[in-house]
């Protein structure tokens, strides 16, 4: 049988394998495509999102980002809370006004509260599509003159977030 200690110790092992380093975690994890190929890995060696999720609640870190539970495990960095994340990103790249000061507001409520699984393409799809029922329409609100520039503007709120 494996011990919580022994676990803890496989899932620091699996993370260093896949990272090296702190900062090539932390690169890794301000990138969509690259978290989601890192989650995907980590899932193969047995650590999917669910486990991924009972590791953070073992630890008591609910109120932190699963990065920083990675972190603290895997390279003894100690970790701070989404809302210091998302109060960090709001005052370093927050839009000045608008619409898009909105969105990025309502982004970081949904990242503080429910963490990483909301910072996902599919998740800013259905978010644009909650608040303004057609692609085009968020589009216009925002001004953004198409996918590849929106999904730049939320690309850079994640790099934000996650910034070291």
Known sequence: MLTAADFLTRFAAAVRKA?????????C??????RKDFIEA?????????????????????????????????????PV???FRAERAERR??????????LFKVIMENYVRDGVWTLTAESFR???????????????????RSTDEAMAFYGNIQREIYAA
């Not at 994890?29 to 690259?34: E, F, L, N, R, T």
Request: glycine share 10%.
């Open 19 to 27: 990272t090296r380093t702190p900062e090539l975690l932390r690169e």
């Open 29 to 34: 994890w301000a990138d969509m495509g690259k």
């Open 42 to 78: 980590m899932e193969v060696v047995g650590f999917n999102p669910d486990k991924l999720r009972e590791i953070q609640r073992n630890v008591g870190r609910q109120d932190c980002d699963i990065l920083d539970v990675m972190l603290d495990i895997a390279y003894d960095i100690a």
């Open 81 to 83: 809370t989404r809302q």
């Open 93 to 102: 790249g927050a839009p000045s006004a608008g619409e898009r000061k909105s």
């Open 126 to 144: 259905d978010l644009l599509m909650q608040r303004y029922t057609t692609l085009g329409g968020a589009y216009g609100q925002l001004g953004f």
